[in-house]
């Protein structure tokens, strides 16, 4: 694993000491930082690249935050990376995404159960037909915190595209997609969503035995062609980072009662 200073990831530019055990990922480093604002007290950030993390503490829980932009060859670096610099860590994608169910709303959440390796990033790591499957710990979590907080929310199979135009399907002149419809293709074997990072995040995460889930704000409306505007857009993110960390201290409750219990797996009490 390539290093730099004082043993900091060569590509993160973080290391051991600056890395809280559940750990945050977006795509846009701005994302990062309105995150890193609702933290009670946070160090950073440490930038490199287009990478850049915020560590600290919310509600007595210990949090980092890494930008770390768009695409799955991204979200294999991050990953892998952060993994080096803490023990056993979680993993949570706050991120935005198209519908492809007509009942979708614009500014709705989607917690993913799991998604369709549309991206070959992950391939090498496990064939094509190893499933990208999040934790069921961290669907609840997510399902539970967008109950409470009165968030419309659909809880589902996600795909994830490598790239946005042709890899989606999007008309652009000049650049023809050599599949036309991927969205309506996935739409008719039940995937709710599309977006760019989560299967290699699932992936890795459970190659490396972690856990890992991600819920997204809808930004498009595929089957309507429809975009979300500002403000709603902004709302919609905040949304998505409101769960994120409500889930986070349904985790914690999780985690502590395992540490009580001895138990290896959370379970309805």
């Known amino acids: 694993m390539a290093k730099g200073k004082r043993g900091r990831q060569y590509h993160v530019g973080v290391g051991p000491g600056q890395v809280a055990p559940y750990i945050l990922l977006c795509g846009d480093p701005a994302r990062a930082e309105k995150i890193a604002r609702r933290f009670d007290?946070?160090?950073?950030?440490?930038?490199?690249?287009?990478?850049?993390?915020?560590?600290?503490?919310?509600g007595g829980i210990?949090?980092?935050?890494?930008?770390?932009?768009?695409?799955?060859?991204?979200?294999?670096?991050?990953?892998?990376?952060?993994?080096?610099?803490?023990?056993?860590?979680?993993?949570?994608?706050?991120?935005?995404?198209?519908?492809l169910q007509r009942q979708i709303g614009l500014g709705d959440l989607v917690v993913s159960t799991g998604s369709v390796r549309l991206e070959n990033t992950s391939t090498y790591f496990v064939p094509e037909g190893y499933p990208a499957v999040a934790n069921y710990e961290i669907v609840v979590a997510l399902a539970t915190a967008c109950a409470r907080l009165g968030y419309p929310h659909h809880v589902g199979l996600t795909a994830t595209a490598p790239g946005f135009?042709?890899?989606?399907?999007?008309?652009?002149?000049?650049?023809?997609?050599?599949?036309?419809?991927i969205p309506a293709d996935l739409a008719r074997v039940g995937v709710l969503n599309l977006e760019m990072e989560i299967s290699a995040l699932l992936t890795l995460a459970s190659v490396g035995g972690y856990r890992a889930g991600a819920v997204c704000a809808v930004y498009a409306q595929r089957p309507r062609s429809l975009f979300?505007?500002?403000?709603a857009k902004e709302h919609a993110e905040a949304r998505a980072i409101d769960a994120a960390l409500a889930a986070l201290e349904v985790l914690k409750t999780m985690d502590d009662w395992r540490r009580r219990t001895g138990a290896k797996h959370w379970r309805v009490q």
């Open 165 to 181: 135009y042709g890899a989606q399907s999007r008309i652009v002149a000049g650049f023809p997609p050599r599949w036309k419809d």
């Open 41 to 58: 007290s946070s160090r950073g950030p440490w930038c490199n690249r287009e990478y850049v993390t915020y560590t600290g503490t919310r």
């Open 62 to 99: 210990d949090i980092t935050v890494t930008g770390t932009g768009i695409g799955p060859d991204n979200m294999e670096i991050a990953l892998i990376e952060l993994a080096q610099c803490v023990r056993n860590p979680t993993f949570i994608r706050i991120g935005s995404c198209g519908a």
């Open 228 to 231: 979300i505007e500002s403000p």
